[in-house]
């Protein structure tokens, strides 16, 4: 486990170190503190240079600090030897808006631009990335391949008469990811023109002559069945 490093694999670690020395009337033994204060000092000692720790907290910072003492009870100043950061939680699913798009209505444009925010991994190693998708389905659940690191696209060209939802995924630094996602929809796509209706006339017959100056009209059939509807 790298000392000061983001990590999910190590929760129950085990500690040795060396090189501390006393020409004088030789080392006893060390005081040390195991905690997630960076400046901790209480007094509890080891003769042994090695200490091994219950399990840590996810997620947590914890500091292993160390002071030297010789046989006439003289001591060092406290080092802080290593700082494990430990992470296995997984990170918040962010809010979702929409800047061109109003959810649940009829829009032309096939393409939708969409925006996030609001993920947090809490005290742990933070937001790293996102893994996104569009689906006709209101609960997809995007990969664990992560697509962007940033908080804004836009989607290629959604198919009309079709109910489009927006699935975003949050990972953090350390690889965790969301169990969940944040879904945005649905988003109404048409942009499919209807199809014309038919035309009669229960007054004229066409290419007739007629003396009667007004002329009733009806239609019907006109169709758009895969979109918004006329």
Excluded: E, M
């Excluded at 631009?113 to 190693?125: E, I, K, L, R, T």
């Excluded at 939802?165 to 953090?172: E, G, K, P, Q, T």
């Excluded at 965790?176 to 499919?192: E, K, L, Q, R």
Aim: glycine share 10%; with cysteine.
């Amino acid at each position: 486990v790298a000392n000061n490093a983001w990590q999910k694999g190590c929760a129950d670690p085990s500690f040795t170190w060396s090189g501390a020395s006393d020409s004088g009337a030789g080392l006893a033994g060390y005081y040390y503190y195991w905690g997630t204060d960076p400046n901790g000092t209480p007094a509890s000692y080891t003769s042994s240079a090695a200490y091994n720790p219950g399990a840590v907290a996810s997620p947590s910072t914890n500091y292993l600090r160390v002071q030297a003492r010789d046989n006439v009870g003289l001591t060092s100043g406290w080092v802080t030897l290593f700082t494990l950061k430990y992470d296995a939680s997984p990170p918040n699913d962010p809010s979702v808006s929409s800047s061109s798009h109003t959810r649940s209505s009829w829009s032309a444009d096939t393409t939708v631009d969409v925006a996030w925010s609001g993920a947090s991994d809490g005290a742990g190693s933070g937001v790293n990335g996102y893994s996104v998708q569009w689906s006709t389905s209101p609960t997809s659940l995007p990969d664990t391949a992560q697509d962007l690191t940033g908080t804004a696209l836009t989607s290629a060209a959604l198919n009309s008469g079709s109910s489009w939802y927006f699935h975003v995924r949050a990972r953090d630094v350390v690889g965790n990811w969301s169990p969940t996602a944040a879904h945005f929809g649905p988003f109404f796509i048409d942009a499919v023109q209807p199809l014309n209706p038919a035309v009669a006339s229960p007054s004229h017959t066409r290419s007739k002559w007629s003396g009667d100056a007004t002329v009733d009209v009806s239609w019907s059939g006109a169709s758009d069945s895969t979109g918004s509807g006329v």
